[in-house]
């Protein structure tokens, strides 16, 4: 019949297709290893859903790890799919289906709909402040602000307000803080990423229509990578699982894939295996049933020698479920070992053997070779051997792009231009570019507008001194313009016209160009490009809708453009947490080094959570896998004697082709060359042009 005929279910195996095509009453645990089609089975099974049982794209609730994997499944969705138009389908993070949520409900949650979402560098910056102010009335405070983010972010996590907890004498302090910071966010209009998910879960359980209304509506509900969702998304998801219909309580559909040897976030409060108990329970399903349970044995992504290295590695863990993989990629190519003298050397190596590799494969995108390591800080050799190499890459993570000082401004006149109580924007620019507005000017804004209860914005165009100097009078006209020129419709502006439009009215370039700060400028340019890109793919010019966008876009890249097309040129970085999910077809893991990987930095390391990632890690790798330690490592400037990583003797020997000193393929170089070292990490000029720059000039002279 025509259900069990469709191509969809010809590229899957008997178990695949099991869960696939699974019936509607119905709910499953796909619960198995690395690479073995989970997140295949899902797309499937969405696409199956519409296709087969008449499910409308709007009864689904579908959620992935990363954007970028949203995006994937979209767009494979509508490659099976032609035609059928899945906007109302909720696909997305948790953090974007919160997001989403909120927009609608955003006057049940008591925001506006063009609340802002602040990242953790917001977060810092205003504990900051906070904690000034109170210092002055008290003098007792000792922890820094780093720990009150942190600690504010885990009472959220963990569903709690500042309210909830009862305050004692050590957490006194992070208390009054927490209460303040809540309240201020409120009063601001500002939604962190904690607080989306937070919000979320209690509207729906306050609002008990709401509830109703979404436990109808989603009666399919997919979960990718559930190992890693935390206590509060759980209880989310909780919220949906049973629907009212004609007075009967049904239970919605559940879908969720996992692998409890991935679970790699149990820092951040996730559960994997509490997770997978208390979701058989709650939807009665059985551990030992295998309708309700599903699992695949085969892994369609690695070769026998990078499949037998990771199971060997995982199999030292105790706290497994555990499971059989296989592989019927036979005869791989054994997994390089180099021991470099340095990080330099290391990075080099690793470079020459991508050139090698190029060489050797050119029909092979560079994109389908990956550079893994543990920590961020990590990718600043890299970074700086790939420039020397000529090879371009991109970098997930690390120092964001939004989170650079120049677009930060940039961004904040856009900010206040739209929302005109935006404090923090004000701030951030009132007196920047200068204006030669003081401190003293600052400090009676302040409380003028904390006195008359209203935003500084307001306040400087109500006060009857201020609002007269010509300064203060130059920056009200200038955010007015500014914000007539673009809500003009007669003549529309492109989103990244409008930004292009600010950035010079606001002296915002002039600035940069009078100091010659061209990476600043270059940024502003990347920064346009992205906007462009941005409306391009969402159709839209929406400013509130590209805020929210990029603040929620975790797999943010060093130039703000959202990872969408296929760089095929361009090697990728990332750390291994950042990785989960993808595949590549030569992936390196570099730094694996004692206390770096397995990582010790709180001198507390969850050995089997590390072991977790170094299994992540060795499952990304389709082909070829290259693995490296150093001798030596740099740490605040002195070099330390390494020793290598455990992980590497527990891969067995005979899967190894240790590269050492005398049969490396390069020589070592003889002369170190004396590389500028980088304190920060702002190289992200390998791939940056004058070109970019010139995209600016182009787009003014259109
Ligand atoms: P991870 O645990 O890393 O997230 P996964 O279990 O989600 O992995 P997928 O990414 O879905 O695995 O699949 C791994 C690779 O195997 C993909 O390239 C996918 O297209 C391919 N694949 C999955 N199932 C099949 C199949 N039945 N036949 C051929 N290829 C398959
Ligand atoms: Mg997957």
Known sequence: NEMHDDKLLHDLNPEQKRAVICSTNQSTLVLSGAGSGKTRVLTSRIVYLLKHFNVKPYQIFAVTFTNKAALEMRHRISQMLPGVQLNDMWLGTFHGLANRFLRIHHKMADLTSD???????????????????????????????????????????????????????????????????????????????????????????????????????????????FQDTSTLQMDWLKLMMDRDDENKIVRNCFMAVGDDDQSIYAFRGAQCINNIDEYLKVLYLERENTDHIIKLEQNYRSTNIVLEAANAVIDHNHSRLGKNLWTDIKNGEKIALFQASDATDEAEHIVKTIHDFNHRHPNIPLSQIAILYRTNAQSREFEQALLNGGIKYRIYGGIKFYQRSEIKSALSYLRLIQNENDNDAFRRIINFPARAIGKATLEKIESGANEKRCSLFSYIQCDPVLSKQKKILDFIKLINECKQRILEKDVPMELYEQALYIFEQSGLMEAYKKKQEVERLQNLSELCNAMKQF??????????????????????????????????????????????????????????????????????????????????????????????????????????????????????????????????IYEPPKKKMNFIKHMAMPVQTGFITGKNLMNVVQLKEK
């Open 115 to 225: 609340f802002l979402i602040i990242d953790t560098d917001d977060q810092l910056s205003i504990v900051k402040r906070m904690i000034k102010d109170e210092m002055n009335a008290n003098n007792f405070y000792t922890d820094k602000p780093k720990a009150i983010v942190n600690y504010i972010n885990k009472c959220k996590d963990e569903g709690k307000r500042s309210t909830d907890i009862i305050s004692n004498k050590e957490n006194k302090f992070k208390q009054i803080i927490y209460t303040k910071y809540e309240k201020y966010l409120r009063e601001e209009n500002k939604v962190d990423f904690a607080e989306l998910i937070l919000l979320t879960k209690e509207l729906m359980e306050k609002e008990i229509d709401l509830r109703i209304h979404y436990a109808k509506k989603f009666q399919f509900v997919l979960v990718d990578e």
């Open 535 to 664: 409306s391009q793919l969402y159709n839209t010019n929406d400013l509130t809708q590209y805020l929210s966008t990029i603040a929620l876009d975790t797999t943010n890249t060093q130039d703000g453009k959202l990872d969408t097309t296929d760089e095929i040129e361009r090697i990728q970085m990332m750390t291994v947490h950042g990785a989960k999910g993808l595949e590549f077809h030569y992936v390196f893991i570099a730094g694996l080094v004692q206390n770096l990987f397995p990582s010790n930095f709180f001198g507390n390391c969850d050995i089997e959570e590390e072991r977790r990632l170094m299994y992540v890690a060795i499952t990304r790798a389709k082909r070829y896998l290259h693995i490296s330690y150093s001798e030596t490592r740099s740490n605040y400037g002195q070099q330390e004697t390494c020793q290598r990583s455990q992980f590497i003797s527990e891969i067995p020997k005979g899967l190894l082709f240790e590269n050492n000193e005398n049969n490396r």
